[in-house]
Structures are given as C-alpha cells and as structure tokens.
C-alpha cells in the first residue's frame, strides 16, 4: 500500500475536493487535499506528492501565485491545473510557470486518469 | 476792387473745391463713424467760419431728430440731449419746400425753435438738410457766425451736407457690417464652443461606454465562472455514482443518473456558447491563423466523435478528396465543424447516415459539407438555422436539445474566417451543411 502514488487535491470548493479524493481512491491513489496555495506549501515542506492538482482561484494564495513556489519546492512532481476558467492564454501562463497539464471544470473523469497516468510514466 | 473780389472769390472757389475734393476722399474712406461726426462738423465750421456745428440724424422709429456726437464748439453731453421730433420742426420749417433755413437774428426764431436752440447759446442759425436718394437723412445746423450768414455760405454748405450725407451713409452702412460681421464671429465663436462642448460630452460618454463594456465582460467571465463551479460539483458526483465510486447502482437509479448528467453537460455547454456568443459580438475574438489541413481535421473529427454514433447505429465516414489547405484559426473551424457533425448525428435516425466530405471549388475556396439523412430542413427555415435561439424540432427525443446557439457561433466564425456558411438538400432529403473558405493560395494573395 506505501507503493499506491500520493496526489495532493488543491481546491478551495469542499465538493470538489470531496468528488477528487473519492474518485482517486477508488483509483487506488492516496490523497492530501489543502484548501489553497498556502497550505498545499506547508504540505509540500513535509511530503512529496507524484501529482498536484491545482484550482486557480482560491482565497489567500491562488493557484496562479502559487505555481512557482509549488514547482520549487517540488521539482519532480507533476502539476495538474484544474480550472473553471476556459482561457487560452491563461492555460500558457500556467505552462510558463511550471504547470505540466491544463484540465477544465467540469472535468471528464477519463481525462483525468489518463494525465495522472502520463505524469507517472513521465516520472 | 473788383479784382480784389475777383481773387478773394477765387480764393474762396478754391478753398471750397478743396475742402469738398478733401471731404470725399476722406470721409468716402472714413469707418469709424464718431471721427466721421467730429471731422465733417469741424471742417464744415472751419470753412464757413462759424462757431457751432451738429450734425443731427433722423431716426424713423422715433421720428426725431436726434443729436451726433462730437460736434464742432458744443460739448458733447449738450448734443446728447438734442432730440427734435420732425412734427414740431415742420411747424417751425419745412425743408422740401422752403430749402435750408438761415436766421440771422434771435427775432426771427419762431419760440418753439427757442426751446430747442436755448442750450446751445447761439444768436444766429442756418439749417441745412442732409438729402440722400430723396430721403431727409439727417441735418447740419450751424450756428454764430459773425456778421451773419451769406448766400454763398448756404450754397456752400448744401454741396457739403449733399457729400457729408454720402460719407455718414457710408460709416453708418460700415458700422453696421463690422456689427454684423462682429454678430457673425460672435456666432462662430460661440457655435465652436457649443461643438467643442458636445465633443467633450462624446468623449466622456465614449470612455464611459468602454468602461461599462469592459464591466460587462469581467461580468460575464465571473458569471460563467460561478455557474461553472456549482455545475462542475454536479457532474462530478453524478460521474462518480455512475462510475460505481460508492458501490453496484440499480438500472433505474443509474438511468436517472445519465438524466441528471446529460443536463449538468447541457448547461455547461450553454454557459460556454453563451460566453463565446458575447466574446464573438464584442468583438473580442482573435484568430491566430496558421496553415490548416483540412483532411486531416476531418479524419480526426470523425475518429473523435465515432464512438458517439456507434451505439446509436448511425454511420459517420469523411470522404477525402484532393483539397489545398486553408489558412484558419484550426480550434475555431474544428468547433464549427464539431458542432455541425454533433448537429448531423442529433437529428439523423437510427440506421443513418452523417458524411463529411471537402473539395475545391472554382471561386477559389475549399468547401467542406456535412451532410446527414435526417428529415431535412424546408427551404423557407434556411436561413433562420442560424438566427440565435433558433431550434428545429428533433427526430431524437431521447437527448435534450443544445443551448439554440452553435450554428450562430458557427456562423460568425466562419464570416471571421472570411468564408460563408449555408443549408443545401442533403441526401436521402436530410441536410447538408456547407462552410467555404478561402484557400490558403488565395488567402495570401487577397493580403
């Protein structure tokens, strides 16, 4: 069971994070879920999660803030935005400051399995 | 003796040639019609050798005579009070029939002339009248002249008051266009401003727009933020009870489920068309145009959507001719294109059929249609397909209907593009949905 891959959820909306976690485990992922950008760097100070899934717009420190330091302190984990803002550019933003893959809310489930599934190939 | 009248009249000719030829050069050029006033009354005494004279003007609204001005040897605040009306002067003299009027004693003055003539301390008078076109425009009253008045002074001063009259005319005709040219630039002054007034007003009412423009859209991206989160919570519940998360679900809880999903799934795509629409209409979508192979699009559009028509018995195929390709937005024309097909397979039966097919054409586009064999479209409902709103009635009443938005949006991105989009028959009279662009050859060369 140690071998089963740790994802951190970040989001600050409970349902969704209720829905991921649920949904990963069934996967047979263990999960971390932080509420936004500040507690997801205390949890990355301590754990090195295989994937981080990300939501933008949180109180505090926002996803888009936080990109940066979540990328140093975690260099080899890959980084899952989840948004519910359909914007190009924004996608490019998040690219450029570390951010490995852009997933839209509402999110199709299989889209999900597959990047986690390519960010542990990749890893 | 009389040689010395002889020179002395010579003398006088001269002197009063002069004085005419001087009066008509001067005061033909004279506009400021005070100085005009001053210099005729000082010339005119000056050369009769009087001590006093005005000259007063008629003024018809009034029908007085009434004082001007500077005069010669009467302070001016005396000649502002000079008003005599023409009815009282005409019991006193009239000039059209009795010519000018010379009184050389105080006994000769009828008394009302008295009342009139008391300020000015004069113990002789000859008045002359001011004549143009026939008109009494005014007169020239002269007063103490030593000696008295002569003939030949009255006869001198007839032809002076016939130019002084010509000379007023003109200063007065003068000021008044210089009022009216003053009036004029007043007018354009103040119309200029008027103008600079309103294109202040635009400008503040244009910035005001922008920004409430701009409100609209932050406002419009927040709404479809926020109804994206409750939605995305939605789905993804439903996504995991029918994914077995919580456990086995029975046929009917799953059929609800799927009920539940597919309208999380068509609101989303409302919220998204709406969004599009409004980004679309404030002109805020940007194309970035690359080289696009439109074969290859259709050949991954139809393996994209294929496991959509397979358990629907529908058949979907692209047939590929040689084509050149375009130069497009490729997310832009793969939503149009998605949308028509998505369009196709809503409204074709079971057993159909929805083929995708795109060829050159000779006006220089590539045309790509999307044909279907469901119950077509009648001719008279062609163009309003892509009226927003607009909705056909459904063969398939399982699936809720789309947002009524797509083949607006498909529209407007396809005239973005520079192309066209239109409703012809379609086999086995279902529709075929044609969009053409221009070819990436004629693209370039129409820059």
Known sequence: ?123 | MAGLLDVFRRRWRYRALEGLHEISQAFAAMTDIQETYGRLTRRIAELIGAERCVISLYEPRTREMVGQAPGYGVPDEIIRTFRYTVDTLRTAWNFRTQGPMVKNHPAEFPPVQWDYLRPFAVYNVTVVPLVLEGRIIGMVSMGNKPGGFSQNDVRLLTVFAAQAAVAIQNARLYTHLEESAQQLEAKVRSRTAELEATYRELAVSHARLRELDQLKSDFLSNVSHELRTPLAAIKGFVDNLLDGVTGPLADRQRHYLQRVLDNAERLTRMVSDLLDLTRIEAGKIELSAETVAIGEMLEDLVETLRPLTRDRGIALAAELGPCPPVRADADKILQVLTNLVSNGLKFTPRGGRVSLAARESPDGTVRIAVSDTGPGIPPEERDRVFDKFYQLSRVDGERPPGSGLGLTIARHLVELHGGRIWVEDGPDGGSTFVVALPAASSAETAR
């Open chain 1, 1 to 123: 069971m140690t071998d089963a891959p740790l994802v951190l959820v970040v989001d600050d909306e409970a349902d969704l994070l209720q829905i991921v976690r649920d949904r990963l485990e069934s996967w047979g992922y263990r999960v971390l879920t932080a509420r936004d950008g500040l507690e997801a760097l205390a949890y990355l100070a301590a754990v090195r999660p295989d994937s981080v899934i990300l939501d933008l717009k949180m109180p505090r420190l926002g996803g888009l803030e936080a990109l940066p330091e979540v990328r140093r302190a975690a260099p080899e984990t890959h980084i899952i935005v989840l948004t519910g803002s359909p914007n190009r550019p924004l996608a490019e933003t998040c690219r450029a400051r570390g951010a490995d893959d852009f997933l839209l809310k509402p999110f199709d489930p299989g889209e999900l399995l597959r990047l986690l599934a390519r960010g542990r190939s990749r890893g």
